[in-house]
């Protein structure tokens, strides 16, 4: 398997601008999480998916953000309209929980965005 | 939710073992202790996870004593490349809920020549 497969690698755009990042999860894998890090901030939870429904958004900093995830093998994180404190990697990642076991297992990260907003 | 303390830098040099210690004094009694890797522009890594005791693999020890409100993860041998951002992480890993996945800060680890 290719891993957790992002794009684009790397986004620059204009304030006010709508971006869409990409996340394809490890084939078999049924758990999808978002990540943010900055410096500031550190490394931070967005949102997480369970069998292609969003469990927990409590991490989601504010409206303008949303995330889908239509099919098992790929999501998007949306941000309308972004923001130059948007400006972090983003990154995405997949487990499999096995039956009975939550979504606290090894989590396999993607390459991540990188998002830069002027 | 169980929160970690770690120290936020430690240095070392190429060949030493390494010993990150991460303190969890209200861990829970279903709390699972999981260590990640972070190299620079890349997502983190999984290293170790355990419950109790000892665990080891190809990459790692992971050292839990009786009381659990603390772990040791041991790296033998460090090298040049071993310096990353170091995570623990506690959480239910039957029940829980993703949201006890906080990173923190982590330990910089740097390996000096």
């Known amino acids: 398997d290719a891993g957790v497969i992002q794009s684009p690698r790397h986004e620059v755009t204009e304030m006010g601008q709508e971006v869409t990042l990409r996340c394809k999860p490890i084939?078999?894998?049924?758990?999808l999480f978002w990540y943010r890090q900055t410096m500031m901030r550190g490394l931070e939870l967005l949102i997480y998916?369970?069998?292609?429904?969003?469990?927990?958004d409590s991490g989601m900093p504010e409206d303008r953000f949303s995330a889908k995830m239509p099919n098992a093998s790929f999501s998007t994180l949306k941000i309308q309209p972004s923001e130059p404190r948007d400006s972090a990697v983003y990154f995405c990642?997949?487990?499999?929980?096995?039956?009975?076991?939550?979504?606290?297992?090894?989590?396999?990260f993607g390459p991540g965005t990188r998002l830069t907003v002027l | 939710l169980a929160k970690t303390t770690q120290p936020i830098s430690m240095d070392s040099y190429e060949g030493q073992e390494v010993n990150i210690t991460c303190s969890h004094n209200n861990i829970a009694t279903n709390d699972y202790i999981t260590w990640y890797q972070q190299f620079p522009s890349q997502g983190p890594r999984f290293i170790i996870q355990g419950y109790k005791t000892k665990v080891t693999n190809e990459v790692a020890s992971l050292f839990i004593p009786a009381d659990r409100k603390s772990s040791t993860l041991s790296l033998p041998r460090v090298s040049l490349s071993d310096t990353a951002v170091y995570y623990c992480?506690?959480?239910?890993?039957?029940?829980?809920?993703?949201?006890?996945?906080?990173f923190g800060s982590g330990t910089q680890l740097t390996v000096l020549p």
């Open positions: 990642a997949s487990s499999w929980a096995r039956r009975g076991t939550g979504p606290y297992n090894e989590q396999f």
């Open positions: 998916f369970n069998n292609n429904v969003p469990i927990d």
């Open positions: 084939s078999g894998h049924d758990y």
């Open positions: 992480l506690v959480g239910d890993r039957l029940t829980g809920s993703a949201r006890q996945l906080t």
